[in-house]
């Protein structure tokens, strides 16, 4: 039976690998938390990615409707973007996965943050 983590990590690779599939434009929405525009692109991703460290530094919990600590969180982000065959997307800065998961944790590095492996 699937855990929280594994749902969790379900959706987000699913999110991530329909829009990487589909080549679709559109941004992350800046109105509400979380909110996913179609059109993944590094300076988008690398802003949701930046606004979901900030929150949790405030303490903040994470921005999904099951009760998961940031430690879930972060490591079904891991899990998701290892297993998603789409990423990273095409003319990405990003070369490989662990490049994508290392500008994570180097955001999390620099709020004082653990880096969750």
Wanted: aromatic residues 12%; positive net charge.
């Amino acid at each position: 039976m699937l855990n929280r983590i594994h749902i969790v990590a379900l959706l987000i690779a699913s999110t991530f690998l329909c829009l990487s599939l589909s080549n679709i434009q559109g941004q992350f929405d800046g109105r509400d938390k979380g909110t996913l525009v179609p059109n993944v692109d590094d300076e988008a991703w690398m802003k949701f990615i930046n606004r979901q460290v900030a929150e949790e530094a405030l303490g903040h919990k994470p921005p999904t409707k099951s009760n998961i600590k940031w430690k879930e969180y972060w490591r079904s982000w891991f899990d998701e973007i290892r297993m998603s065959r789409g990423m990273p997307w095409r003319d990405s800065r990003f070369k490989t996965k662990e490049e994508m998961i290392a500008y994570i944790k180097n955001q999390r590095k620099a709020h004082g943050l653990p880096s969750y492996n």
